[in-house]
């Protein structure tokens, strides 16, 4: 791992250069320093956001043909698979998770998502409309523009992935803010979005803080939509800046809490393997743990915990734990267990048998507060172009 990583975006203006603040954003998982990044200021977002807008007006954008974009992020996807193993080496020292956990899953998901959204990136179509004999109407799909993304910290490369795939595919420049907490892969991403051919400017992605830089991209006039995915709070606060400044429009994906349910004539065993994925990925064959305390001395890790006995009333019921923490409560039937559940299971995925099973053509998003919009399969695209109608007249005269 280099000292520093330092942005290697070479634009004609912005030189990929963060220069307001140049090296403050200490990155550290472990409580021991990894290396230290730039921290975007607003000024630094305007800069970002005036290149993206560049590179959108000139040969990206409304002009790049949808068969240029497929090619460049199938070289996208191969240049994945090529530094799968650095990748998932700054996922893990970064974020914390394992090594072969982020090979085995953040990479090849992030993989297949790219090749799926290569795959829409020449068939974004509109529709001809049968009027009137002598009008020809039809639709167009068009990219919308600047478009800011921001990001969390829990997968840094997939959520990456997620949010540049389907707005590369409709062709819209990006500024993309990762955690403060797991910049690095960002960081790497843009040197490999360059190698894979992508025009300058096209992708830029800002690393700094929440209330300074994330709120920067989401309150400008020039950034024409914002994508979000993190806590409700902060997503309340996107959706405010966006409606102060140029009422873009804003897809949110939030946090939240919701049920899992296992009747007593389920398969145990097979419920309980799939409980212990959904809690905590990293273990599915686990027995049964109480936790509850820190993991090790140092860093920011804790323990895999379940409380038991739990009542709907309480916080720990009600509000959302991010991280490997389970809450166990007794129902009686199926109408008091729905009474508990919420009412009917609202809720954007339901797992039937299983738990976090995904795919880059099912769509993902939540209902309520967790969040507006939805990511990945054809869903996806729908945020990140706009529908122009045209009417032409055949006629001679009116
Ligand atoms: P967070 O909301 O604290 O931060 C997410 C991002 O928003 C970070 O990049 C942060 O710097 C930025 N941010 C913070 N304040 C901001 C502001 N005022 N304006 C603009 N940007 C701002 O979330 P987190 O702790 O990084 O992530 C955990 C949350 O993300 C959990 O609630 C989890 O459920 C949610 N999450 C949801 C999904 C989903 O698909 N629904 C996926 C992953 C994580």
């Known amino acids: ?128 409309i049968e009027t009137l004999e002598a009008k020809f109407a039809y639709t167009r799909h068009e990219p919308i523009g600047v478009v800011g993304q921001i990001i969390p910290w829990n997968f840094p490369l997939l959520m990456f992935i997620w949010k540049i795939a389907p707005a590369l595919a409709t062709g819209n420049a990006i500024v993309l803010k990762p955690s403060e907490f797991t910049a690095l892969s960002a960081l790497l991403m843009c040197e490999l979005i360059m190698e894979a051919g992508f025009p300058p400017g096209v992708v830029n992605v800002i690393t700094g803080y929440g209330n300074t830089a994330g709120a920067a991209i989401s309150s400008r006039m020039k950034t024409e939509k914002v994508a979000f995915t993190g806590r409700t709070l902060t997503g309340r606060k996107i959706m405010e800046a966006a409606a102060k400044s140029n009422l873009k429009p804003v897809t949110l994906e939030l946090g939240g809490k919701s049920p899992n349910i296992i009747f007593d004539d389920a398969d145990l065993e097979q419920a309980i393997n799939w409980t212990a994925h959904g809690l905590l990925w990293r273990r599915r064959n686990c027995t049964y743990y109480i936790g509850g305390d820190r993991f090790g001395t140092d860093g920011h890790f804790v323990s895999s915990t379940i409380f038991t006995d739990a009542k709907p009333e309480m916080k720990i019921v009600k509000e959302e734990i991010f991280g490997p923490v389970g809450v166990v409560i007794k129902f009686t039937d199926e109408q008091d267990v729905i009474r508990q559940a919420i009412l009917q299971l609202q809720a954007g995925t339901v797992w039937v048998n299983c738990i976090h099973e995904s795919h880059p053509g099912v769509s993902f998003g939540g209902y309520k507060q967790s969040g507006i919009g939805r990511e990945m399969g054809e869903y996806a695209l729908q945020h990140y172009t706009n529908v122009k109608a045209v009417h032409i007249n055949l006629r001679d005269k009116m």
């Open 1 to 128: 791992m280099p000292e520093t990583f330092s942005y290697t975006w070479d634009t004609p203006t912005y030189q990929g250069k963060l220069p307001s603040v140049p090296v403050s954003l200490l990155v550290e998982t472990t409580g021991k320093l990894i290396t230290k990044i730039s921290e975007a200021v607003e000024a630094d977002v305007d800069i970002a956001v005036s290149v993206a807008q560049k590179a959108f007006d000139e040969p990206w954008g409304l002009r790049a043909p949808g068969s240029k974009r497929t090619e460049l992020l199938w070289n996208l996807a191969q240049l994945i698979i090529n530094h799968s193993d650095e990748l998932a080496a700054i996922e893990a020292l970064d974020n914390g998770k394992t090594f072969s956990w982020a090979k085995k899953v953040d990479l090849p998901f992030s993989i297949e998502v790219v090749k799926y959204f290569a795959g829409w990136a020449d068939k974004i179509t509109g529709q001809t």
